[in-house]
T-cell receptor, first 113, second 115 residues
Framework: EADIYQTPRYLVIGTGKKITLECSQT?????MYWYQQDPGMELHLIHY???????EKGDLSSESTVSRIRTEHFPLTLESARPSHTSQYLC????????????FGEGSWLTVV | AQSVTQLGSHVSVSEGALVLLRCNYS??????LFWYVQYPNQGLQLLLK??????LVKGINGFEAEFKKSETSFHLTKPSAHMSDAAEYFC?????????????FGSGTQLTVLP
């Protein structure tokens, strides 16, 4: 099992604010991911990383950006939040040796008002 | 390309009854298959996975799934539902240990357990 930590769990911010969702994992997994999920809906991959200094956009276009300066850390940033960004953001990580099994954090619920 | 179809966005069963959540996949290469469970306001928790070993896979909380290549299915079952099983269940397919883009999730099935 992977230990993945996301902060904050819940956040309500005003339109135009800059926010960063933090994600850290302690298992040394090379691959990390960000998924976006609206309530009761499916997951959409918005960003992923193969390792340090590697980031790629996922299947769903997102105005957020990510960075991977350290293996264990994969923060997601919104420079100027809008109500359309209101959603749950799930961070995850995986190891190829586990069949690329993806392990998820608890999620960050973002509400932009 | 690969895809996952979960039949039934909502399934209701009585407590003690059989749980059957359906998942069909398409993949051009031998797949890895996963079931995840999501409780309200939480992330996804891995229930079980198939990675080309035994076709009948046992997971946590009494769940199991059987990989049937001929039917391209990976249905999730539990003999006797418990109230605590009420959650959203996601099936996912991966073409292997490649990039994250190769893991595809289904749209989810909300399981309700009636007393």
């Amino acid at each position: 099992e992977a230990d993945i930590y996301q902060t904050p769990r819940y956040l309500v911010i005003g339109t135009g604010k800059k926010i960063t969702l933090e994600c850290s994992q302690t298992m040394g997994h090379d691959k990390m991911y960000w998924y976006q999920q609206d309530p009761g809906m499916e997951l959409h991959l918005i960003h992923y990383s193969y390792g340090v200094n590697s980031t790629e956009k996922g299947d769903l276009s997102s105005e957020s950006t990510v960075s991977r300066i350290r293996t264990e850390h994969f923060p997601l940033t919104l420079e100027s939040a809008r109500p359309s960004h209101t959603s749950q953001y799930l961070c995850a990580s995986s190891l190829p040796s586990s069949g690329n099994t993806i392990y998820f954090g608890e999620g960050s619920w973002l509400t932009v008002v | 390309a690969q895809s996952v179809t979960q039949l039934g966005s909502h399934v209701s069963v009585s407590e003690g009854a059989l749980v059957l959540l359906r998942c069909n996949y398409s993949s051009s290469v031998p797949p890895y298959l996963f079931w995840y469970v999501q409780y309200p306001n939480q992330g996804l928790q891995l229930l079980l996975k198939y990675t080309s070993a035994a076709t009948l896979v046992k997971g946590i909380n009494g769940f199991e799934a059987e990989f049937k290549k001929s039917e391209t299915s990976f249905h999730l079952t539990k003999p006797s539902a418990h109230m605590s099983d009420a959650a959203e269940y996601f099936c996912a397919v991966s073409a292997g240990s490649g990039s994250a883009r190769q893991l595809t999730f289904g749209s989810g099935t909300q399981l309700t357990v009636l007393p």
